[in-house]
């Protein structure tokens, strides 16, 4: 039986939620809905991608050294524009950019917030049709209002975001957020171009059966992951869990968000410190993980969201997901530090 909620969308969601926020005036609900709005324009390229001409390289490599794809950056220059244009933020960070993005301006000085974000996650995927994602970080400024903000404001703990929240671009279009009430989301309507609460105070299994990791890299792993990805192939001699790995963390993360599972991006040789970024894809996850009821821990005891960042793109090993199967992995691990 599908559970039906009292139709809403997700501008009257927030402006509700937001009456848990006595302090709140407003700020955090429009830049909710600025997101919202970002979203829904990178979604129409993203769905027309084949046909928009939009395929394909841009011919430059980014930050991190990854080929930028045309729609890596139509999505980059959107929500920049649309947050910098809201007047609630003063500064992003982003996957696409060195630095941190200001704007010399009274207008954007006068933001409360900070946005870290990864325009579009797995755009690998986006030229072979498979489900790519949006992620973002929100963070009250600590730089006094009317300066430029600077990185004072972007290396903040994950434990110090007012909100977080992925856009999935898949089957269908979800924009699914927390402001620390819960995980709540919300399912696009094409036709009339709403996102409409569709999973209300989403809550993910204590276990599972699913993990996720490349597999490719396993001869890289630790021992303790090693054995930890046999056990789960093994499983004492129950049911072995299934494999399950799109090369989309939010892909990934949502489908193990529902169904129970855990997703792995431990560090491998060629990348000691892992692949995933701390500012802009485990903070913001971790943040959704927790929320649920899940787990989400650098593989060594460290909660995600205590990690102090030092640069705005740091890499941390990831592991997230069902608490059970997070911390059956932290099992192996430390049974591996004790030999
Ligand atoms: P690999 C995409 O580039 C990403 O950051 C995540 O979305 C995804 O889970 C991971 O990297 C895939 O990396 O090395 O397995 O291709």
Do not use: W
């Not at 394909?56 to 050294?65: F, M």
């Not at 046999?230 to 001699?237: A, F, M, Q, R, V």
């Not at 489908?255 to 997703?263: A, D, E, H, S, T």
């Not at 205590?306 to 997901?321: K, L, M």
């Amino acid at each position: 039986m599908a559970k039906y909620y009292k139709a809403q969308m997700l501008n009257e969601f927030i402006t509700t939620q937001q009456t848990a926020f006595p302090y709140a005036k407003g700020d955090l609900t429009r830049l909710l809905n600025h997101i919202g709005l970002a979203s829904k324009i990178v979604n129409r390229e993203v769905n027309m991608a084949g046909l928009a001409e939009i395929l394909g390289e841009t011919g430059r490599v980014n930050i991190q050294g990854e080929d930028v794809k045309k729609l890596d950056e139509f999505a980059n220059d959107q929500f920049i524009k649309i947050l910098t244009s809201s007047g609630e933020v003063c500064g992003l960070a982003s996957e696409e950019n060195h630095d941190i993005i200001t704007f010399d301006n009274t207008f954007t000085k006068e933001g409360k917030y900070i946005v870290c974000i990864d325009p579009l996650d797995g755009s690998s995927n986006i030229d072979v049709n498979v489900s790519i994602g949006t992620i973002f970080s929100i963070y009250r400024r600590i730089t006094p209002i009317g300066s430029l903000p600077d990185d004072t404001d972007i290396l903040q703990p994950g434990s110090k975001q007012v909100a977080a929240g992925y856009v999935i671009y898949g089957s269908s279009t979800m924009l699914v957020y927390t402001t620390g009430l819960g995980v709540t989301g919300f399912t696009l309507d094409p036709s009339i171009g709403e996102y409409c609460l569709s999973h209300y105070k989403m809550i993910t299994p204590s276990n599972g059966s699913i993990y996720s990791v490349n597999e490719g890299n396993y001869n890289y792993f630790s021992p303790g992951i090693q054995r930890y990805i046999d056990y789960c192939k093994s499983h004492d001699g129950k049911k072995p869990c299934s494999g399950r790995y799109i090369g989309s963390l939010v892909a990934d993360f949502h489908r193990n968000l529902l169904k129970g599972g855990i997703y792995m991006y431990p560090s491998t040789d060629d990348q000691p410190g892992g692949k995933l970024r701390l500012l802009y894809e485990c903070n913001p996850i971790a943040f959704l993980a927790e929320q649920a009821g899940g787990k989400a821990t650098d593989g060594k005891g460290n909660r995600i969201l205590e990690i102090v960042p030092s640069a705005i793109h740091q890499r941390v090993p990831f592991f997230t997901g069902s608490v059970d199967m997070v911390n059956k992995l932290e099992e192996f691990i430390s049974q591996e530090d004790s030999n």
